[in-house]
């Protein structure tokens, strides 16, 4: 049996509001408006760092959400990278090719995640990446719904969508 496959679609041209909030770049002194992110935290101690990744395949294999906070992410060295995103709404055993969606993230934008989005990654080509990072300080404790999914999704990560968005 072949894996299913998923292939990206830019930030900007995704829907992605059904996830989150695309958090795209604006003018200085630009007034605050419904383009900006809302963020919903669930307690009162917020982490906000510089995370480093290393590399992984680029297979969905599992996927998490947190259910107590909105979760931000941007590259922190200014590189395209890739989420895999499902609505809040499903059930864990609803995740699947059909129901996911994979994201690509161009330098210059970030995405804020609603309070119970599943998502996986980032996902990017280099060996390692650094991504800022804003959750709840247990988040990774206390809030990491985590589920594996029944059959692995290979994801088609390509760099030339966010090139020609530029």
């Given amino acids: ?24 770049p604006v003018e200085d002194m630009t007034p605050h408006g419904d ?12 982490r ?15 996927m998490t959400r947190h259910q107590r906070a909105t979760q931000c992410l941007g590259s922190a060295d200014a590189q395209p990278w890739w989420l895999a995103v499902a ?3 499903l059930l864990p055993e609803e995740l699947g090719a059909a129901s996911v969606q994979l994201v690509q993230v161009n330098p210059g934008e970030a995405v ?14 280099a ?23 029944t059959a692995p999704i290979r994801l088609m990560l390509d760099r030339s969508l966010g090139e020609t968005n530029r």
């Fill in 1 to 24: 049996m072949t894996a299913a496959t998923l292939t990206s679609l830019p930030l900007q041209n995704c829907s992605f509001e059904r996830f989150g909030t695309a958090i795209m």
């Fill in 35 to 46: 383009v900006d992110a809302q963020l919903k935290f669930e307690g009162t101690d917020l």
């Fill in 48 to 62: 906000y760092y510089v995370m480093r990744l290393r590399h992984r395949p680029p297979v969905l294999a599992s």
């Fill in 87 to 89: 609505a809040p709404e």
């Fill in 112 to 125: 804020k995640l609603h309070q119970g989005t599943w998502h996986a990654g980032p996902f990017f080509p």
């Fill in 127 to 149: 060996s390692s990446a650094l991504f800022y990072n804003l959750e709840l300080g247990d988040t990774n404790l206390n809030d990491h719904n985590f589920h594996a999914l």
